[in-house]
């Protein structure tokens, strides 16, 4: 059996931003560029970066909302089905319908199974999240944020999925209740075995989940490793960059290095070179060519020539 569910080679992800008369497209926007990544099997790979930066279309192109527009996104024979728990979780949820119908809908869309059979397993489900069986005839508003966002991972651990993409699964909960979420998606991994890619802002969370982290930027991955590789020790300048900002009790910001360019750049005409060299306060003599994964000594892939240690 393979250790590797799903496979991204050299993936590209585009969208019309202008068409011509003649209904031809003549701009486009470069949402993905040049993905190259592997999931494991049993592992949380965590996905971070900056907003704009092609998260979002790197979990729908996971789960099958979208295709490349070139390159290769390819699942192995041993990859069982996949499912998404969204960032919000009551827009994700449909208000007309009772919780137990909520949950199973994926079963009833791939089996077309009996209301009975429905009703056992959402109630199955519902204890495995902490959700009350007799709660499970009320409607998604009569739930707090924290009791919504548990419907939403039953929803998704129905079909039995071997992959869930988390997209920001957190962040529109209070401080205690994240907590409770987080526990809660470790103790099913455990239990079930589950693959999690989880794609958040913030960088305690994916820290707390992560086996691997992936650093993006523009559309690409700048820096891939293990988690304490890549939040411990970081050597892509947009990698340290971006946890310098992330504030720390008692302690002052680090300015010693700034961005040279607050505004990540247009992902319509993309950099020439390195993506990150007009921002880069490192930036020097060799950043105007293409950068390419380059392995470190430790194990991780950093996506700058000089591999900064």
């Known amino acids: 059996m393979s250790d590797i569910l799903l496979k991204l080679e050299s993936v590209h992800v585009n969208f019309p931003a202008r068409k011509n008369w003649l209904g031809r497209v003549t701009e486009q926007v470069h949402a993905l560029n040049g993905m190259d990544l592997q999931i494991r099997r049993g592992e949380t790979l965590g996905i971070v970066g900056e907003s704009g930066c092609g998260k979002s279309t790197l979990a729908q192109l996971l789960i099958g909302m979208l295709k490349p527009s070139a390159g290769a996104c390819q699942r192995t024979r041993d990859a069982g089905g996949?499912?998404?728990?969204?960032?919000?979780?009551?827009?994700?949820l449909d208000p007309r319908l009772p919780v137990w119908r909520i949950i199973t809908e994926p079963v009833w869309v791939q089996t077309r199974s009996s209301a009975r059979e429905r009703r056992r397993l959402?109630?199955?489900l519902a204890q495995q999240v902490g959700i009350r069986p007799e709660y499970l005839d009320r409607l998604p508003h009569a739930f707090s944020g924290g009791q919504r966002q548990r419907i939403a991972i039953a929803r998704a651990l129905s079909s039995s999925p071997d992959i869930?993409?988390?997209?920001?699964?957190?962040?529109?909960?209070?401080?205690?209740?994240?907590?409770?979420?987080?526990?809660?998606?470790?103790?099913?991994?455990?239990?079930?075995?589950?693959?999690?890619v989880l794609i958040s802002h913030n960088v305690s969370v994916v820290r707390h989940m992560s086996d691997r982290v992936a650093v993006m930027y523009l559309g690409q991955i700048v820096e891939l490793g293990q988690a304490s590789q890549v939040l411990g020790q970081p050597r892509h300048p947009y990698?340290?960059?971006?946890?310098?900002?992330?504030?720390?009790?008692?302690?002052?910001?680090?300015?010693?290095?700034?961005?040279?360019?607050?505004?990540?750049?247009?992902?319509?005409?993309?950099?020439?070179?390195?993506?990150?060299?007009?921002?880069?306060?490192?930036?020097?003599?060799?950043?105007?060519?293409?950068?390419?994964?380059?392995?470190?000594?430790?194990?991780?892939?950093?996506?700058?020539?000089?591999?900064?240690?």
Not at 82 to 92: G, I, T
Not at 177 to 190: D, E, F, G, H, P
Request: glycine share 4%; net charge neutral; charged share 20%.
């Open 82 to 92: 996949m499912q998404m728990v969204f960032q919000d979780p009551l827009s994700s």
């Open 122 to 124: 959402a109630e199955t």
């Open 164 to 196: 869930i993409v988390l997209d920001e699964p957190t962040s529109a909960l209070d401080i205690s209740v994240q907590a409770q979420i987080l526990n809660l998606l470790v103790k099913l991994q455990q239990q079930r075995n589950l693959t999690y």
């Open 239 to 309: 990698t340290r960059l971006l946890l310098d900002s992330v504030p720390k009790t008692g302690e002052p910001l680090d300015d010693s290095l700034a961005l040279r360019k607050t505004e990540l750049p247009g992902n319509r005409h993309l950099p020439v070179g390195c993506y990150f060299r007009d921002r880069c306060p490192l930036a020097a003599q060799g950043c105007e060519a293409p950068q390419a994964l380059q392995p470190a000594a430790d194990g991780r892939t950093v996506r700058c020539w000089r591999n900064l240690s």
